[in-house]
């Protein structure tokens, strides 16, 4: 717990204090959800408390950050600098904190998904979309779904940025697409058992 508050205090003086409040919900909602699908809550609060570290960086230091830590970006990164707060995220827990493999592909996924995923980037990802301060349209049934079926709650959440995207006429992160199909073919697959 220790380790916990003192990552806790260090954002408060780093992040704007709704930025702040996202992070201690994203937490929360993480740690609700770690005891639902037996995932270490430790990781899942940690890393849903640090998911946006690098998240307010201006967007020239993040350029120089990736830059001088050899974090190699894709093309959709170099036109929308904002999807880089997550592997910057995750390099910085990594370094500052020492935190698991896991923890960092859970704060490096928490914007895109990945096809590489596990239970606790997961959770990261639906925690960060759900926690108590988030008010959208459905919020309350996304968060409902969130506690029945992780997957199709990712799947929700993922159909849901790809129409935002796309009616914004926005980028739209290959990672996601490829996230999106593997559950489309894994809840598939489920059925026909």
């Not at 992070?23 to 609060?45: P, Q």
């Not at 606790?120 to 459905?138: G, H, Q, S």
């Amino acid at each position: 717990m220790e380790k916990l508050e003192a990552i806790q205090n260090e954002l408060k003086q780093i992040l704007s204090e709704k930025r702040y409040l996202h992070s201690v919900g994203a937490m929360k909602k993480a740690e609700e959800l770690a005891k639902i699908y037996g995932i270490d809550i430790e990781k899942a609060k940690l890393a849903a408390l640090t998911h946006d570290i690098a998240k307010e960086m201006p967007k020239e230091e993040m350029l120089a950050y990736v830059q001088q830590n050899s974090i190699p970006i894709n093309e959709i990164e170099q036109e929308q600098l904002g999807l880089l707060h997550g592997k910057i995220g995750a390099d910085i827990v990594k370094k500052k904190y020492g935190f698991s493999e896991d923890m960092q592909k859970a704060i490096e996924y928490h914007t895109t998904g990945s096809i590489q995923m596990d239970t606790l980037a997961k959770i990261v990802f639906i925690a960060d979309k759900t926690e108590e301060t988030r008010d959208y349209d459905n919020v309350e049934e996304v968060r409902e779904l969130a506690c029945q079926n992780l997957e199709r709650c990712m799947l929700y959440l993922l159909n849901d940025v790809i129409k935002k995207n796309v009616k914004k006429e926005k980028l739209i992160a290959l990672e996601s697409i490829e996230l999106r199909n593997q559950i489309l073919i894994k809840l598939a697959n489920a059925e026909k058992i």
